[in-house]
Nanobody, 122 residues
């Protein structure tokens, strides 16, 4: 399973680091992604880190503010979020790829955490 933590209330311009703790499998073998969903909006992928080479993906709108990383020894992935804006308010989810290694991608996820709420407000 995947369990997210680290969400909360933060002022605009602030930072948060989300954690995604994995259990029951070895995270190093899988591609991991972070998604978010705001009320009334579709779910959006905000970052992804590949299992094979730790290459990362971000949508252009978030490059430079969000950083994904992983600590395979701790079986945990992270999302560092800087210069947060009110429009970043959402429930953030981590997810695991359906495939392993070279068979994994950011596009097909088959395990999801329950999410952690991030609220950016003054």
């Amino acid at each position: 399973q995947l369990v997210e933590s680290g969400g909360g209330l933060v002022q605009p311009g602030g930072s948060l680091r989300l954690s995604c703790a994995a259990s029951g499998f070895t995270m190093a073998y899988y591609t991991i992604a972070w998604f978010r969903q705001a009320p009334g909006k579709e779910r959006e992928r905000v970052s992804c880190i590949h299992s094979t080479d730790d290459s990362t993906y971000y949508p252009d709108s978030l490059k430079g503010r969000f950083i994904i990383s992983r600590d395979n020894a701790r079986n945990t992935a992270y999302l560092q979020m800087n210069n947060l804006k009110p429009e970043d308010t959402a429930v953030y989810y981590c997810a695991r790829s359906a495939g392993r290694g070279y068979g994994s991608s950011c596009d097909v996820m088959n395990m999801w955490g329950k999410g952690t709420q991030v609220t950016v407000s003054s």
